[in-house]
């Protein structure tokens, strides 16, 4: 009884007051014995130093939190961008499509010889009403021959085909030679230039073979102004561009030279 007696004595004086171990006191003990042996001009610079760290540690937390902020804003505004990019594809994908059906459409009364000449006019004037982007429309036999046309006020007379002239551009007759050989609609890669336009090339049959063919030539600016919504035009600079990246329709801002900020 006496031994444990003596145990448990020593156990309380190794506590302190607060009932800690002794041990865990240790590190604030050494640091009063040295704050003790400083001289208070001494004890003054360090004193000085606490409120220092803390508006340091503030301002680093106001510079983490703003940074923060900025990272966050800035993703949420490619987000916005992004899904406003992909809205404006799908917008000229559509009117694309609608186009291209009623084109595919009078293609095929034109085959089955139900579309006269006057008939093809009206039609022609009605779709390029509907959708402005259309420049002209002509039909074409099989030797690259303008049989009927009809071309848009936009129209500018050196572009304008004539009826009986034969096809010479280039990029057409690349366009006519793809839908021969592919038997099956055709839209011609765009062309580069102050006038950027494309083609599309839809086929009419007797019986098997190709007979001739509907071609549709479209403004690329002309697609672009009238497939974008304006409000999305006011927001954005919006250009179309080749897979190579050369600029063919729409605002090219000229490229910033130095360092940006997003």
């Known amino acids: ?28 003990w050494l640091w009063s014995r040295w704050w003790r042996k400083q001289t208070p001009g001494e004890q003054d610079r360090v004193a000085v130093l606490g409120p220092l760290l803390a508006v340091v540690l503030f301002s680093l937390a106001i510079l983490a939190t703003l940074a923060y902020l900025r990272i966050d804003e800035t993703d949420r505004e490619n987000e916005t961008v992004q899904r406003d990019a992909e809205f404006m594809q799908q917008k000229i994908r559509l009117r694309m499509n609608e186009s291209q059906d009623e084109i595919l459409s009078l293609a095929r ?13 009206k039609r022609s004037e009605r779709l390029i009403d509907r959708h402005p982007e259309l420049l002209s429309v002509y039909v ?57 336009n494309f083609n599309v090339f839809a086929p009419f049959f007797l019986k098997t073979q190709i007979n001739g063919m509907i071609v549709a030539e479209y403004s690329l600016d002309s697609l672009l102004i009238h497939s974008i919504p304006t409000d999305l035009h ?5 250009a179309l561009l080749a897979p190579n990246g050369d600029p063919l329709a729409g605002t090219i801002l000229p490229e910033r030279k130095g360092p940006q900020i997003l």
């Open 1 to 28: 009884i006496t031994l444990k007696n003596q145990i448990k004595h020593k156990e309380i004086e190794s506590m302190n007051e607060e009932g800690l171990p002794h041990l865990v006191k240790r590190p604030w």
């Open 109 to 121: 009364d034109v085959g089955a010889g139900e579309v006269s000449l006057l008939e093809f006019q």
């Open 140 to 196: 074409l036999d099989t030797q690259r021959r303008v049989k009927a046309t009809y071309n848009s006020a936009s129209m500018f007379g050196g572009q304008t085909t004539a009826i009986n002239s034969v096809l010479l551009e280039e990029d057409k007759i690349t366009g006519f030679n793809e839908t021969l050989q592919r038997q099956r609609p055709f839209v011609s890669p765009p062309t580069n230039g102050p006038y950027a």
């Open 234 to 238: 006011a927001k954005y600079a919006v």
